[in-house]
């Protein structure tokens, strides 16, 4: 099997993000316009990944930020 990734084909953003709404997401893989619906909507771009704006698991003032919503 040649560009095997285990534990990260996840295709399905509308459950792995939309639904599942991690902290962070490093990248998207494969159909990016998908991911990007959710990653606009509901995520802050910054430090080179996205983090979910609203999470208390972010260290928002270590990337620079204050709290999105």
């Not at 560009?3 to 084909?9: Q, R, S, T, V």
């Amino acid at each position: 099997l040649v560009g095997f990734l285990p534990g990260h084909m996840k295709f399905d953003y509308a459950y792995s993000i939309g639904e599942r709404k991690p902290d962070v997401v490093t990248r998207l893989w494969w159909e990016e316009e998908e991911g990007k619906v959710y990653l606009d909507r509901d995520y802050t771009q910054a430090a080179g990944v996205y983090l979910r704006n609203g999470s208390t698991r972010v260290l928002w003032d270590r990337v620079g930020h204050s709290t999105p919503r």
